[in-house]
């Protein structure tokens, strides 16, 4: 394993990037099993006071379920590996009401940022010229999501939506993935319940 930062340069700050990854290409690096809870305290170790990260869970096929099961919970929550299992990149603060809510008015920071279809509509072959990921997720056969975890969370909301829109606009991200305040990407141990049989 090798722990190293990189900068990235925007016209008006730099966001610095962790990995810990394996320094193998994608084809010969050994699948490592790793627990949800685990996952989500490599990427949220450090959090602006009184925020805290989401989780999304529920069983089913995701694009059959009502809104609400949409909503986040805070961690620590459930998130069976029988259930689709996702997470928001960002931390958040409690709205007015002191509800917990996975929205822009209540984004704390950006933790990490997902790259989504990975091997479809992203060829994994422009990921090798950059850093290697901090994951890598197989989400359905042949696709894949990844993603970087920032050194310093940005908390800047402006700055985080130029950050994704900066890798949209060089083709490492699927267009029409959403900004990162409400953004969620999904979690090891899980299911994908688009189709018949579930993808693991």
């Known amino acids: ?56 869970s529920f069983p089913g096929n995701p694009a059959e379920v009502p809104n609400k099961a949409w909503f986040a919970r805070p961690v620590p929550a459930r998130t069976p590996a029988s259930a689709n299992n996702y997470f928001g990149v960002s931390s958040y603060f409690n709205d007015e009401a002191g509800q917990f809510r ?27 010229q950059y850093m290697p990921l901090s994951w890598l997720l197989e989400t359905s056969p042949g696709n894949y999501q990844g993603g970087y975890i920032l050194a310093e969370p940005v908390t800047d ?32 141990v899980a299911i994908s319940g688009k189709g018949a049989p579930v993808f693991e």
């Open 157 to 188: 909301a402006g700055l985080a939506d130029r950050l994704m829109a900066a890798i949209i606009n060089a083709d490492l991200c699927d267009p029409g993935a959403n900004g990162p305040p409400p953004r969620l990407a999904r979690l090891p």
């Open 102 to 128: 996975r929205t822009k008015k209540t984004f704390a920071a950006l933790h990490a940022v997902m790259l989504d279809d990975l091997g479809t509509k992203v060829d994994m072959d422009r990921l090798r």
């Open 1 to 56: 394993m090798t722990a190293f930062n990189d900068t990235i340069t925007s016209s008006d700050h730099d966001v610095t990037v962790f990995a810990d990854a394996l320094t193998d290409t994608c084809e010969t690096c050994e699948p490592c099993s790793v627990s949800n809870d685990d996952f989500l305290a490599a990427i949220f170790d450090a959090l602006p006071e009184g925020a805290r990260p989401g989780v999304v």
